[in-house]
């Protein structure tokens, strides 16, 4: 009764989001491609390469921080196993986009099915896989509960239950619980993660804390910071500049940091600003917002080799794939989705590259990790705006200070690097 429940409520809620999807198709972009993939559909070029007989893994990844996740994951299983080949399967279009840059030509990138049993029968048919591994919180029950069926072994890494996932998953517990106890291994961030897990109807025992994965997804880009320093250098950012960063912003936060910009010239005329939004398609207010604070814009994806422009123009860096080249050249990084918007976007990052690194009151996608950032004294956190306006002005005027905690910053991901490996040494002996 409880799966009929389930998929009854599954399809009328997929009926009634599919005009949001289309609105997406079309806004967006991206999600129309192998659009019948969610069905377990797959094109003839593709069933031909699933008949190839290799032994594969079906990895899944929600979105671009997953799929980083995923990245790594395989990348360790190659290492230590090199004839398994991948299954990527991704649920959104910017989730594709960073998936293309981590599958092998030997691994298959496809959209997730909908959890619908037929969708998963037609996929697991086709896919045969030797492992079914998912990437940190994203469940959908049909795909676990039928590839145990099959006798194919689940597994759950780098887990976290969120602080405002925990109350419904424990409410749910009879649920969750069924649905957790199928799988054969769970590889939690944190003894917090591993607790909510038990609360929500997870045997203790199923469960292994391990740490947080992330610590060892970000490697600086060296070749993209030197190519974004020539681009800044012919726009006129002169390389002795310190640069203010807003890293994956989300609405508001890009007006705040303007609003800190104007402010921080004052005392340091040569400062520069690079804003970097979290979606490329609010690129056009973020630029709006850029003038009328009233400094030009300099639009990164409209504009390939820039001339020199005036001192206080700000750097719109609406393009895939250069945060990282970015953090390695800036002094002082705000990470968005945290001062207005709750969860946060990836700290590691900055804090890797030697950035002195800030975030707002909203972190909670990210606690484990905080946890040890804050421990490490890596990382500066502030309880509002205010607060944060004043930390960011005394770092982008007191040089040393944002040198010292981009330095602890950059040690702190270093001694936690090393997760991986280990689980990755656990995973293969349960397959």
Not at 70 to 81: D, K, N, P, T, V
Request: charged fraction near 25%; include cysteine.
């Amino acid at each position: 009764m409880k799966w009929f429940i389930y998929n009854l409520l599954f399809t009328i809620a997929y009926i009634c989001m599919m005009p949001k999807f289309l609105w997406r198709m079309w806004r967006r972009g991206g999600y129309a491609n192998r659009f019948a993939d969610r069905f377990g559909v797959y094109p003839p070029e593709i069933l031909a390469r699933f008949a190839d007989g290799r032994k594969r893994f079906w990895v899944h990844a929600v979105s671009v921080g997953e799929v980083a996740v995923a990245g790594q994951l395989m990348e360790e299983l190659r290492r230590q196993s090199p004839e398994i080949a991948f299954v990527l399967s991704v649920t959104s279009s910017t989730g594709w986009a960073q998936a293309e840059k981590v599958v092998k030509d030997v691994d298959i990138l496809i959209h997730n099915p909908l959890d619908m049993p037929r969708c998963v029968r037609k996929a697991l048919d086709v896919i045969r896989p030797e492992a079914y591994i998912i990437t940190e919180t994203e469940l959908w029950p049909n795909i676990i509960r039928l590839a145990t069926e099959r006798k194919i072994p689940v597994f759950l890494v780098n887990a976290r239950i969120s602080d405002r996932s925990a109350p419904g998953y424990r409410r749910l517990k009879c649920w969750f619980g069924q649905v957790l106890n199928m799988m054969t291994r769970i590889y939690a961030q944190s003894d917090l993660d591993a607790q909510r897990l038990c609360d929500a109807g997870c045997d203790a025992d199923r469960i292994e804390v391990t740490g947080s994965m992330k610590f060892d997804v970000a490697h600086r880009n060296e070749p993209k910071e030197m190519e974004l320093r020539d681009y800044l250098t012919a726009a006129g950012f002169s390389p002795e500049a310190r640069i203010l960063l807003g890293g994956s912003t989300w609405p508001g936060e890009d007006a705040f940091l303007l609003n800190v910009y104007a402010k921080a010239r004052i005392v340091n005329p040569e400062l520069r600003l690079i804003l970097a939004p979290r979606h490329f398609e609010k690129a056009d207010a973020v630029e709006a917002n850029i003038r009328a604070a009233g400094f030009p814009c300099l639009r990164r994806s409209r504009v390939a080799t820039p001339e020199p422009m005036a001192q206080d123009t700000v750097l719109l860096a609406d393009t895939t794939g250069e945060l990282m080249g970015l953090y390695g050249l800036a002094d002082v990084a705000f990470v968005g989705k945290s001062l207005f918007e709750h969860g946060a976007q990836n700290m590691i990052e900055p804090c890797l590259c030697g950035c002195a690194t800030t975030v707002g009151p909203y972190t909670e996608n990210f606690r484990p990790v905080m946890s040890d950032l804050l421990a490490h004294e890596a990382i500066l956190q502030t309880p509002d705006k205010d607060a944060l306006e004043k930390e960011l002005l005394r770092l982008l005027e007191d040089d040393d200070a944002a040198k010292a905690l981009g330095a602890r910053g950059s040690e702190a991901v270093a001694l936690r690097c090393g997760v991986t490996p280990r689980l990755v040494t656990d995973l293969l002996k349960r397959v």
